[in-house]
């Protein structure tokens, strides 16, 4: 193989321009090529978020109901985010080649983070008192009325004030991971230099111990908490299992948008998408593995305080109102979130294959909306799962907004990292 | 030019006749033959190699491996066997409650259900590659090579088998030669 690395005046190497890797590959994407998905995206966004904020309004119960299909959609949009996050940090600390020529579709993914993922926070602030009510209200004083040992017990973290700081510090944190990695990126493409590479690798690790920390605590903290009697250590686990699985999925899914348009083409191949398709199945069969390592362990143990969680989510008989009781969702994810793709996935042929690949794509993130429901609304809707215009409307406003947000960084950046000095491995890599 | 070598080495043989093998020197010579021998129509070909060449079973028109179909038959046989193991046990021959839970309780056999379908899949995986490429045996014809030591440090070799309906062994032999090969040897079984 010859040597593809360039000698500057200095003396030190670096990448050489993608004309000389990858002659005729369009790297920029054309003024206003993506302008009409992201507008489109951008307007249902605002209607979303703005028609859900006036249906807040309405009364105290669509109050509630706007809160918590918020917190659903809210959550369902960060997994995806946060799930770009740990794939840009997991394939610089394992120098993976084959995965540069899809990596700055997931820095700019994660990049809205900050500030998008923030501001869209803030009708989260305005509802807190709705949405975590259960251990704001507790009586913590031992000499009241209703005194509830338990949530005294955790007050030295579950309280208002820490409550926020914590928030706070997740953004913290995901900002600067998320624009460093992505900036660094944006860097290499003007100078090619490899020590940029290396220092990336370098800060993942830290990077991927922030990130395991904020993922696992902001899951305890935003979902968790809403029944705050109820705990389990492996929570944040499932939650970024989850993630992952769903931000794989939606990688193929802007992949292919973006192959649509035009753009990676001869770049991104079966080969690509294969390891994607690999990655998905995996991460999807590791969120059974967890969610049924917490419910093994609490079935067995049988413990009044841990089953309870389980309990409301057993429900199996059709209240008034209730589209699928709680049972029954569960047993839908089990079906839907491993046993069908596990089965559909299973053979290369369909992880190569476009159009199975995106069935699967789509399939499984319904399915981990589907999660985020399960996980979140019990407290709300005991019975089962009850859909409101509210639930459509959040979705559609955070999703939108982040995606359009997500789409305006895709457009303003290459479309691949031009100067990488893995390119050519990514460009040339196939399956053993 | 060297003509053909017959093998003189192994006085015992039966005589009969196993393939061609010929020498080449480097990775992408032998890549180029293969696909040279596989146009030429010759289906029971094999490279021998010191390490593995990317992309070599393309040449060769290998399809491919039939062992996923043996590790899932596997996996399978391990999900019914203990399912059926832990409802008898547990259900028919000696009901057991334990903790408050039914007899045959799901939960509890899943962890079982997992390992006996990892273990027999990772059984039939190892064994089922050694039943697809005969093993184990004490001799092959390819040992009979008098340059074969030279396959574990800098040399290649490429065979093609008798039972290749194209095969004939002077005009395969001449053929190996033709496009390169070095030490072309007709190897007896």
């Known amino acids: 193989m010859t040597d593809m690395t360039l000698t500057n005046g200095a003396g030190a190497h670096v990448a050489p321009p993608v004309e000389q890797v990858a002659p005729g590959v369009v790297t920029r994407i054309r003024e206003g090529d993506l302008k ?81 993922m923030a501001i869209l926070f803030v ?35 579950l309280n208002v004030p820490f409550f926020f700081i914590r928030a706070a510090l997740y953004f913290v944190v995901w900002g600067l991971l998320a624009r460093y990695f992505r900036g660094a990126s944006l860097k290499q493409d003007q100078s090619g230099d490899p020590a940029l590479t290396l220092s990336m690798a370098r800060r993942s690790s830290i990077g991927l111990l922030l990130f395991a920390l904020s993922l696992t605590f902001a899951a305890f903290d935003w979902m968790m908490s809403l029944d705050p009697h109820w705990y389990s250590t492996i929570f944040g686990v499932c939650y970024f299992g989850g993630s992952v699985m ?10 292919m948008f973006l192959q649509r348009k035009g753009y990676l083409k001869d770049v991104v191949n079966a080969e690509h998408y294969h390891d994607i398709g690999k990655l998905l199945f995996a991460f999807m069969v590791f969120w059974t593995y967890v969610n049924f390592s917490q419910y093994m362990l609490i079935w067995y143990a049988n413990i009044p305080e841990e089953t309870l969680w389980y309990q409301h989510r057993a429900e199996t008989h059709v ?96 479309v691949i990292p031009e100067r990488d000095p893995r390119l050519a491995e990514s460009l040339h890599f196939h399956n053993v | ?48 190699t010191p390490f593995p060449i990317h992309g070599i079973e393309k040449a060769l028109r290998h399809g491919p491996s039939h062992l996923g179909w043996l590790v899932a038959c596997g996996g399978i046989t391990g999900i019914l066997a203990a399912q059926v193991m832990q409802w008898w046990m547990n259900e028919v021959d000696y009901e057991m409650w334990v903790s408050g839970k039914t007899p045959y309780a799901w939960p509890s056999t899943i962890p079982i259900t997992f390992e006996l379908m990892v273990l027999l899949s990772a059984f039939c995986a190892v064994f089922g590659m050694f039943a697809i490429n005969r093993l184990p045996r004490l001799h092959h014809p390819i040992f009979t090579h008098s340059r074969i030591v030279q396959v574990t440090d800098d040399k290649f070799f490429l065979s093609i088998e008798a039972r290749d309906p194209k095969f004939d062994r002077t005009r395969t032999a001449q053929f190996l030669e033709s496009i390169g090969g070095k030490h072309v040897e007709v190897l007896e079984d």
């Open chain 2, 1 to 48: 030019m060297t003509t053909v070598e017959a093998n003189t080495t192994g006085s015992a043989s039966s005589g009969q006749v196993w393939g061609v093998v010929a020498e080449f020197g480097s990775a992408a010579a032998i890549y180029a033959a293969a696909e040279k021998v596989t146009a030429e129509g010759y289906t029971r070909v094999d490279s021998h």
């Open chain 1, 246 to 255: 769903a931000m794989l999925a939606m990688l193929a899914l802007v992949t």
């Open chain 1, 36 to 116: 009409g998905v992201s507008t489109i995206l951008l307007g249902l966004g605002v209607v979303g978020v703005v028609a859900t904020l006036v249906g807040s309004f309405l009364d105290e119960e669509s109050k509630k109901q706007a809160a918590f299909s918020y917190l659903v959609a809210y959550m369902f949009t960060l997994s995806l985010a946060l799930g770009s996050l740990f794939f840009v940090m997991i394939q610089h600390i394992t120098r993976a080649g084959w995965s540069i020529v899809v990596r700055r579709i997931a820095e700019n993914m994660a990049g809205v983070l900050f500030p998008w």
């Open chain 1, 123 to 157: 009708p989260i602030v305005l509802w807190y008192h709705e949405l975590w009510h259960h251990w704001i209200d507790a009586v913590t004083d031992p000499n009241q009325e209703g005194y509830d040992a338990i949530i005294a017990g955790k007050s030295g973290y």
């Open chain 1, 319 to 414: 209240h008034e109102g209730v589209l699928v009781p709680w049972g029954y969702v569960g047993a839908s994810l089990i079906i839907g979130h491993f046993l069908f793709p596990f089965a559909f996935l299973m053979s290369r042929h369909m992880k190569r294959n476009r159009v199975t690949l995106a069935v699967a794509a789509v399939f499984l993130l319904v399915m981990h909306w589907l999660d985020m429901q399960y996980l979140i609304m019990p407290t709300l809707h005991h019975h089962g799962l009850h859909l409101t215009w509210l639930d459509f409307t959040a979705w559609f406003g955070v999703f939108g907004i982040a995606a359009s947000f997500a789409l305006r960084n895709i457009a303003s950046s290459p």
